[in-house]
């Protein structure tokens, strides 16, 4: 069983930053890939960012350049830093891991971006 956590999320006004988080139930050193999609009212989820255990990582065209994945595997841990955020960034980020096979799924973390 594959337990992740995210955390981060917030209101932050437009050209902020944040930093979201998820945080596995156990080592991550197998999972491949990693990543976080996002889910805005009314939308469909959409990829965000992913990363794989040797580290290559593929970014949605809207976000390159602004959003950095990256993975920290001695604290289970895999982050987005999310600058120069746009109202239209405002989600729910959820954390996605791929494990032997199986797809697990955070709860989402709430980023909400004022104009």
């Known amino acids: 069983q594959v337990q992740l956590v995210e955390s981060g999320g917030g209101l932050v006004q437009a050209g902020g930053s944040l930093r979201l988080s998820c945080a596995a139930s156990r080592t991550i050193f197998d999972f491949n890939p990693m990543g976080w999609y996002r889910q805005a009212p009314g939308k469909q989820r959409e990829l965000v960012a992913t990363?794989?255990?040797?580290?290559?990582?593929y970014y949605a065209a809207s976000m390159k350049g602004r959003f950095t994945i990256s993975r920290d595997n001695a604290k289970n841990t895999v982050y987005l830093q999310m600058n120069s955020l746009k109202p239209e960034d405002t989600a729910v980020y959820y954390c996605y891991a791929n494990y032997h096979g199986s797809d697990y799924w955070g709860q989402g973390t709430q980023v909400t971006v004022s104009s």
């Open positions: 990363i794989t255990g040797g580290g290559n990582t």
